[in-house]
């Protein structure tokens, strides 16, 4: 599909170029050829009039007085200026074929990349959707298929149905999420947000899950105001304090640390989990990736969308962010944001 746009593009900017060119030599050729017909008209004007030293007006000397010799030269020239012209534009059209296909692959080049992104986005997004949804459609249709039901084993259908909706309620708030980030494209509007606020609204949300297993969450932090995006800030801490969580044993611990450096701030979230190889550590911000929980004890819900959407959410805030890990020891993600956006 792309090498059609691609030709037509060039057909395109061949058609602009070559117009250009061609009023460009028909102007050059107006102005050659009549600065020759008047040369033509001073040659002959010269030799009728060159022994008395006198020049006639022109209207002495209209073209059929002229000698014929003349007319055959001035004929020949204009031919030779309309060949050379004939041959710069040739020569142009050359050029402008190769230039102007190479220059058009340039341009298609981002669009070709953001279209096959898409692509592997919906296909990655519909498959994952799927299972869930398969889930679902399988254990309803077991469920009526069964024609003597108790009240227990409908209530673990259903319990088990709805947990089925709530990962596709958290797929789909995640997909949300990405496409709003996604097509904010820098125009996101800072305002004046206290980091300690924000970190006491994640702590509230992951606290259930931290209790549940057990995992002791410290918070080190004071009173900062920095220009940010209040609400994807606080979803960007969420996702790093649930990933710690999710992915430390029961009885672990996880720390939350602020500090300064120069105009930055630095959150550090470090966990005593699973760990990351460093074979998984270039790849974890990807769309969709997840490391093999095969050498994890629990299966861990998820879809591989986090970490790319806090990514996404410190990019937005021209900030960075790093890991450090180790097998079996634990993880730190360390996040620098810049305080103040200029
Ligand atoms: P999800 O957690 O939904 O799988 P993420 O994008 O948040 O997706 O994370 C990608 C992968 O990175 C996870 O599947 C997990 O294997 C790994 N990961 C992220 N955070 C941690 C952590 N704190 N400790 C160990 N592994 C982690």
């Known amino acids: 599909m792309f090498r059609s746009i691609r030709i037509k593009l060039t057909i395109w900017y061949l058609f602009i170029i070559m117009l250009i060119s061609m009023i460009f030599s028909l102007v050059i050729y107006t102005i050659i050829t009549r600065e020759l017909e008047r040369g033509f008209r001073r040659v002959e004007m010269h030799f009728r009039t060159g022994e008395m030293g006198v020049f006639l007006p022109r209207q002495f000397l209209q073209r059929e007085e002229i000698n014929p010799q003349l007319i055959e030269d001035l004929k020949l020239a204009k031919n030779r200026v309309a060949l050379n012209l004939l041959i710069v534009n040739g020569i142009i059209f050359g050029i402008s074929s190769i230039a102007g296909y190479f220059?058009?692959?340039?341009?298609?080049?981002?669009?070709?990349?953001?279209?096959?992104?898409?692509?592997?986005f919906v296909a990655d997004a519909s498959h994952e959707l799927r299972?869930?949804?398969t889930s679902l459609k399988t254990s309803i249709e077991v469920a009526l298929r069964e024609k003597k039901i108790t009240i227990k084993e409908a209530k673990t259908i259903l319990k088990s149905s709805l947990e089925d909706i709530a990962s596709l309620e958290s797929l789909t708030n995640n997909l949300l999420s990405l496409t709003r980030y996604q097509q904010v494209n820098g125009n996101i509007i800072f305002q004046t947000t206290d980091i300690f606020e924000a970190i006491q609204n994640a702590y509230k949300k992951i606290f259930p899950l931290a209790?549940?297993?057990?995992?002791?969450?410290?918070?080190?932090?004071?009173?900062?105001?920095?220009?940010?995006?209040?609400?994807?800030?606080?979803?960007?801490?969420?996702?790093?304090?649930?990933n710690a969580i999710k992915y430390t044993p029961k009885k672990g611990k996880v720390v939350l640390r602020l500090n300064l450096d120069k105009k930055d701030l630095i959150i550090e979230v470090?966990?005593?989990g699973i760990g990351i190889s460093q074979n998984d550590i270039p790849h974890i911000f990807d769309r969709f990736y997840r490391v093999d929980q095969s050498r994890s004890k629990e299966n861990v819900p998820g879809f591989g969308l986090g970490l790319s959407l806090a990514k996404k959410i410190i990019e937005m805030h021209e900030g960075s962010v790093a890991v450090a890990s180790e097998l079996t020891k634990g993880t730190t993600f360390?996040?620098?944001?810049?305080?103040?956006?200029?």
């Open 103 to 120: 220059l058009a692959g340039k341009t298609l080049k981002p669009i070709e990349i953001a279209m096959e992104e898409q692509k592997r």
């Open 131 to 133: 299972t869930p949804l």
């Open 211 to 242: 209790k549940k297993k057990n995992i002791v969450i410290k918070l080190k932090i004071f009173n900062l105001e920095l220009e940010a995006n209040k609400q994807s800030l606080e979803e960007m801490i969420v996702i790093f304090l649930d």
């Open 270 to 272: 470090k966990d005593t």
């Open 334 to 342: 360390t996040i620098k944001l810049p305080i103040k956006h200029l």
